[in-house]
């Protein structure tokens, strides 16, 4: 049997150490957000049925054609790592008829997606997202709601980030504007890249975000979709950036922000950092009115967003926190049992960390410096006889002995 190490695989990380501070330090904070929000917690299943991207994501898309985890399990199923959160949410959604019940819902989610992409900074083949999706409301007002809690979360974290907006279109406008789209470009297909070329069949929008200079050069002329929008599409676009203009909130209009994905129509945005390198979209979201009745349900507006955490955490520092962290800790065996006494008692509103080896004075200090304590507290010999503690607060340097019933 081979004994070399085995590894986790390319493109998927541990979360450890100084990251899993900054993981759980983001994911608490940001759900604190989302709740004041009046979002509520959901989880779906990490594995679905293939099915499931290939309709809500799009065949044509990259996901669904080149970076899907897809196997068929033992029972014969095709089924496949999700690779975005939306999906799953509105099949739910619909499964458990909150599409027939009507009203509003808003509910947040995390955890981890799978795309096989080649791995590089800040592009990992698992990644974390933290998303956001709202049932039931066709008003621009839930749009620029949802564009402010992303806002408002990351300058909880003190992000700064650029947003770029964009119009989609719907049913009513997209086609005819597709159409000249195609017209145009075909005129110098050839000079266009071989993924430009596919798409112009497949998706012929996605042209638009194409990476590649040349395509980009050649596409400073092409027909911009906010010229082409219909009435209903025109005003709440126009309404949405008012709204984000009389609350301060600085924005981009991106002509050629599309998405990867094909379920967007109207609004589409996304908040990108020139601090990460070159995969710089740190969150992205849109309106997806129709992607309900494409699961099977009954005609219910959408829209979301799903922040990149591992991206974000490269930008997150902690806050300053002033909360106190207790050190307990005791010079003999027999002192022991009170620590466990003491430390349910305080748990339920302060971190409390126990030494359960027992210890001179000064290396119980140095080990509290060391966890960042900011309360050492200590059972010795006469404590114990005494039903005492010994406390010392380090930020005040203040000392005391008082009874265990009043610490
Ligand atoms: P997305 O733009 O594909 O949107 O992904 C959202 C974020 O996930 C990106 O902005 C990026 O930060 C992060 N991300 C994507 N791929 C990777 C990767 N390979 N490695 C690291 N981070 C990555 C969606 O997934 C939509 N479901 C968002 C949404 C929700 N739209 C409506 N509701």
Redesign the pocket.
């Given at each position: 049997m081979s004994k070399q190490n085995i590894q986790s695989l390319r493109g998927m990380n541990d979360i450890l150490g100084d990251n899993s501070e900054l993981f759980t330090y983001f994911i608490d904070n940001a759900s604190r957000i989302a709740k004041n929000y009046g979002f509520s917690y959901l989880e779906t299943p990490i594995l679905e049925e293939t099915a499931l991207f290939k309709r809500s994501v799009g065949e044509s898309s990259d996901?669904v054609n080149k970076e899907m985890y897809q196997f068929i399990d033992k029972g014969e199923n095709d089924v496949c790592l999700r690779p975005?959160?939306?999906a799953g949410v509105v099949r739910s959604f619909v499964q458990n008829k909150f599409d027939r019940a009507g009203g509003t819902y808003r509910w947040f989610y995390y955890g981890p997606?799978f795309?096989y992409?080649r791995p590089q900074k800040?592009?990992?083949?698992e990644?974390h997202?933290f998303?956001?999706?709202v049932f039931g409301v066709s008003s621009v007002y839930e749009d620029a709601n949802i564009i402010m809690m992303l806002k408002d979360i990351l300058d909880f974290f003190k992000i700064g980030f650029n947003l770029q907006l964009n119009s989609l279109g719907c049913p009513d406008c997209m086609p005819m504007y597709r159409d000249n789209l195609v017209k145009h470009l075909t005129s110098f297909k050839d000079e266009l890249c071989e993924d430009c070329n596919r798409r112009i069949e497949t998706n012929p929008i996605r042209v638009l975000d194409c990476k590649n200079e040349n395509c980009q050069k050649l596409l400073y002329n092409a027909p911009k979709i906010t010229n082409n929008l219909c009435e209903r599409c025109d005003t709440d676009f126009e309404k949405l950036k008012k709204i984000l203009d009389f609350n301060g909130i600085e924005y981009e209009i991106d002509t050629n922000l599309v998405?990867?994905?094909d379920y967007?129509s109207q609004t589409a945005f996304?908040f990108t950092s020139s601090e990460i390198g070159a995969?710089s979209?740190?969150?992205?979201?849109?309106r997806?009115d129709r992607l309900v009745e494409f699961l099977g349900g009954r005609p219910t507006p959408g829209?979301?967003?799903?922040?990149?955490i591992?991206?974000?955490l490269e930008l997150v520092k902690i806050n300053e926190s002033n909360e106190d962290i207790i050190y307990l800790g005791a010079m003999s065996d027999e002192a022991l049992n009170t620590l466990t006494k003491v430390a349910s008692s305080k748990r339920g509103t302060t971190k409390t960390l126990i030494e359960y080896t027992p210890r001179g004075f000064g290396k119980h200090f140095k080990l509290a410096e060391k966890q960042g304590a900011t309360i050492v507290a200590l059972v010795g010999e006469n404590e114990l006889k005494d039903g005492t503690i010994y406390t010392k607060n380090l930020k005040t340097s203040v000392e005391s002995t008082i009874k265990l019933e009043d610490f």
């Amino acid at each position: 049997m081979s004994k070399q190490n085995i590894q986790s695989l390319r493109g998927m990380n541990d979360i450890l150490g100084d990251n899993s501070e900054l993981f759980t330090y983001f994911i608490d904070n940001a759900s604190r957000i989302a709740k004041n929000y009046g979002f509520s917690y959901l989880e779906t299943p990490i594995l679905e049925e293939t099915a499931l991207f290939k309709r809500s994501v799009g065949e044509s898309s990259d996901i669904v054609n080149k970076e899907m985890y897809q196997f068929i399990d033992k029972g014969e199923n095709d089924v496949c790592l999700r690779p975005e959160g939306t999906a799953g949410v509105v099949r739910s959604f619909v499964q458990n008829k909150f599409d027939r019940a009507g009203g509003t819902y808003r509910w947040f989610y995390y955890g981890p997606m799978f795309r096989y992409e080649r791995p590089q900074k800040g592009r990992l083949r698992e990644f974390h997202q933290f998303g956001a999706e709202v049932f039931g409301v066709s008003s621009v007002y839930e749009d620029a709601n949802i564009i402010m809690m992303l806002k408002d979360i990351l300058d909880f974290f003190k992000i700064g980030f650029n947003l770029q907006l964009n119009s989609l279109g719907c049913p009513d406008c997209m086609p005819m504007y597709r159409d000249n789209l195609v017209k145009h470009l075909t005129s110098f297909k050839d000079e266009l890249c071989e993924d430009c070329n596919r798409r112009i069949e497949t998706n012929p929008i996605r042209v638009l975000d194409c990476k590649n200079e040349n395509c980009q050069k050649l596409l400073y002329n092409a027909p911009k979709i906010t010229n082409n929008l219909c009435e209903r599409c025109d005003t709440d676009f126009e309404k949405l950036k008012k709204i984000l203009d009389f609350n301060g909130i600085e924005y981009e209009i991106d002509t050629n922000l599309v998405r990867g994905l094909d379920y967007y129509s109207q609004t589409a945005f996304e908040f990108t950092s020139s601090e990460i390198g070159a995969q710089s979209a740190i969150a992205g979201g849109g309106r997806y009115d129709r992607l309900v009745e494409f699961l099977g349900g009954r005609p219910t507006p959408g829209i979301g967003f799903a922040i990149g955490i591992e991206r974000l955490l490269e930008l997150v520092k902690i806050n300053e926190s002033n909360e106190d962290i207790i050190y307990l800790g005791a010079m003999s065996d027999e002192a022991l049992n009170t620590l466990t006494k003491v430390a349910s008692s305080k748990r339920g509103t302060t971190k409390t960390l126990i030494e359960y080896t027992p210890r001179g004075f000064g290396k119980h200090f140095k080990l509290a410096e060391k966890q960042g304590a900011t309360i050492v507290a200590l059972v010795g010999e006469n404590e114990l006889k005494d039903g005492t503690i010994y406390t010392k607060n380090l930020k005040t340097s203040v000392e005391s002995t008082i009874k265990l019933e009043d610490f």
